[in-house]
């Protein structure tokens, strides 16, 4: 039967003689919905084909040779058996398609017009990206999960590594300690200059210690009460300091990571409360489509989820925030606005997550807007603590707070 | 700011105005299809009751092209072009105000940070089509697409030329026109270009281009130039 040229479309999937010409075809499902998923399924490699391409592959016959463009549909082909089958991207039947799609779908009876064929086009098109972005981000966001929890993991370990340090070199040289209150530092130097005799004026300074600390430590090394060690002793503590700041190092090349990827999965999320926060929340929901699910009132409070159940088994007050309190202008401010703040920002983040989540679209710069004015405005309506309320306005039921106090003190 | 004072078309292209403004200085711009609406944060002009974008060439190097003194530009009314590179639609937006409601632009982009700005453009404006894809494999959106009149392609890829030709051989009409912005490292793109760039335009002819002109992007774009081309198939 010769060749022929299989070309699957959005309108629908078609057989070509060598001129173009449609020798058989069947249209697409016209539910833009329907026809985007059928679409993205055969991308994806999946077994469920569009109904009109298979509808086509019933109709294969074996003497005929199928001329397609892509590998995909090679594969398809020959796994129903086809005998001849080649792919030629760009050969002239297809353009010839393509270059009369809009009328032929006319032709067709797929759309009543040109115009109706590019509104649709437009509408498939719009969705098809939208879709294939949102599944792009959902894959991401496990990623700033994942490595917001390995940079707690590091901070955990970098602490324990720097503790155990301070304790080993402490019998060396035990005065360095007080002197130097950075970790990193602290274990910078060990790494650097080994034994306490390096401690010198000259040598601190390279380091970045400043002159009068400098001569400080210099001064307490000479007069140290602490042990001698060979080199053989001090060994392995340089070899654990190394390790404990290429640790260091590795936090602070996944924290800009983490910070790149919230941008590209949840642009809004992270416009509130950058990459950082923004990546806890997600690791602690489980994933964005997780916390994009949660009411705000939830996300006010994730993190502190021990105080929240404790609250609520035993009636004393439950916490006013959870990991948000990382946000600077939460645990900045006084004590009696923190509350309102943090319900404020659960409140836009909830919006922030759900639309990065569901639609893509940017509004973040609005949201930090809204948020700004009505931190002002708590911070207006609230300058002073609270108990002038209590003594300005009726008084509250006496009993109930005498109440919960005795249910909290015997837990004292 | 100053007031715009008077608009005439380009002499390359009915659909692009020059707009002169009271101090004397005059900007290039296209008829704002989307009346009130900004893309990219450029400067609106109202003048007989018509409302004109400002076209900037340090964002657009489509623009700085035609400052520079492209020989045409050949986008006319009613055009299909296919946009390789859309990025966030910043040239997407004016090409879409050239060939006006009854042309269409598709914009094939493949980061999806952009791509959502991107999908903003394409909101607003009834004849661009977004297509999230890799502009190296034209056959994985042959699907998608018909055969066009004009091909833009900005996509600073190593690859550049060879996924131009491919996707010419897939989509373009002959005697079609291509529009190919190219990065040339601090060269005299006329006289002495290097060899990475001499490859390029080599690349293009190879795959059915004639070359129609060469325009470098300075002061507009530093080591950039534009190569505009005619299709033969």
């Not at chain 1, 790149?260 to 602690?284: H, Q």
């Not at chain 1, 948020?371 to 006496?398: D, N």
């Not at chain 2, 002109?213 to 505009?228: F, N, S, T, W």
Request: no cysteine.
């Amino acid at each position: 039967m010769g060749k022929l040229f299989l070309l699957h479309h959005v309108v629908g999937t078609f057989l070509l003689d060598e001129r173009g010409e449609i020798v058989k075809g069947f249209l697409a499902v016209k539910d833009i919905d329907e026809n985007v998923e059928q679409n993205l399924k055969l991308e994806s490699g999946s077994d469920e084909l569009p109904a009109s391409l298979s509808r086509v592959f019933e109709e294969l016959s074996a003497d005929s040779t199928y001329v397609v463009e892509t590998e995909q549909l090679a594969r398809l082909l020959s796994r129903r058996g086809a005998a001849g089958v080649e792919v030629d991207r760009g050969a002239e039947p297809f353009r010839r398609f393509r270059e009369r799609v809009a009328d032929i779908a006319v032709e067709l009876g797929f759309v009543r017009s040109r115009e109706e064929y590019y509104e649709y086009m437009r509408a498939f098109l719009t969705e098809l990206a939208r879709r294939k972005l949102r599944a792009a981000a959902r894959r991401r966001d496990l990623l700033a999960a994942q490595s917001i929890r390995a940079i707690d993991d590091l901070d955990k370990t970098f602490n324990l590594f720097a503790t155990r340090l301070r304790e080993w070199y402490g019998v060396h040289f035990p005065e360095l300690d007080e002197h130097i209150p950075k970790h990193e530092q602290y274990i910078e130097l060990v790494y650097e200059l080994g034994h306490r005799e390096n401690f010198t004026i000259e040598k601190l300074e390279r380091l970045g210690v400043p002159r009068s600390k400098a001569e400080k430590i210099a001064e307490a090394a000479r007069n140290s009460i602490g042990a001698d060690l060979s080199d053989f002793d001090i060994e392995p503590i340089k070899v654990m300091a190394e390790i404990a700041l290429t640790m260091y190092n590795l936090r602070q090349r996944l924290a800009d990571y983490v910070e790149a990827v919230m941008r590209e999965v949840a642009p809004n999320v992270t416009a509130l409360v950058g990459g950082l926060l923004g990546a806890r929340l997600i690791s602690l929901a489980g994933s964005l489509e997780d916390l994009a699910k949660l009411p705000a009132s939830t996300i006010q409070v994730l993190g502190a989820e021990k105080a929240l159940f404790r609250a609520l088994r035993t009636g004393t007050k439950p916490p006013k925030h959870g990991v948000i309190f990382q946000y600077p202008e939460i645990h900045r401010s006084p004590r009696w606005q923190r509350g309102k703040i943090a319900r404020a920002l659960a409140g836009k983040l909830s919006i922030a997550a759900k639309v990065d989540a569901f639609t893509g679209r940017l509004v973040g710069e609005k949201l930090v807007e809204d948020l700004k004015k009505r931190i002002e405005e708590i911070k207006r309506l609230y300058p002073k603590p609270p108990l002038k309320k209590e003594v300005a306005g009726p008084l509250p039921p006496k009993k109930e707070k005498e109440k919960k106090r005795e249910t909290r003190r015997p837990r004292r | 700011m100053s007031l715009p004072v008077r608009v005439s078309e380009h002499p390359l292209n009915r659909h692009i105005y020059v707009v002169e403004l009271e101090d004397g200085s005059s900007k290039l711009a296209t008829l704002n299809m989307v009346p009130g609406k900004r893309v990219y944060g450029e400067k609106l002009y109202n003048i007989a009751g018509n409302e004109y974008r400002e076209w900037v060439p340090y964002r657009s190097k489509l623009a700085a092209a035609i400052l520079r003194g492209i020989r045409s530009v050949p986008l006319r009314e009613g055009d299909k072009v296919l946009y390789l590179g859309a990025a966030a639609g910043t040239t997407v937006s004016h090409v879409s105000d050239v060939v006006g409601k009854s042309g269409r632009v598709y914009g094939v982009e493949f980061a999806p940070r952009v791509m959502r700005d991107f999908l903003l453009v394409v909101r607003d404006r009834s004849n661009v089509l977004p297509i999230f894809a890799d502009a190296r494999k034209p056959w994985e959106y042959a699907h998608l697409l018909e055969l066009v009149d004009v091909l833009y392609v900005d996509v600073a890829q190593p690859e550049q030329a060879s996924l131009t030709a491919d996707n010419a051989h897939h989509f373009l009409k002959p005697g079609g026109k291509l529009f190919f912005a190219i990065k040339a490292r601090s060269i005299d793109v006329t006289q002495e270009p290097t060899e990475v760039y001499k490859r390029e335009i080599d690349t293009l002819k190879r795959g059915g281009f004639e070359i129609i002109d060469v325009v470098h992007l300075e002061p507009y774009d530093k080591d950039h130039a534009m190569v505009l081309a005619e299709y033969r198939g």
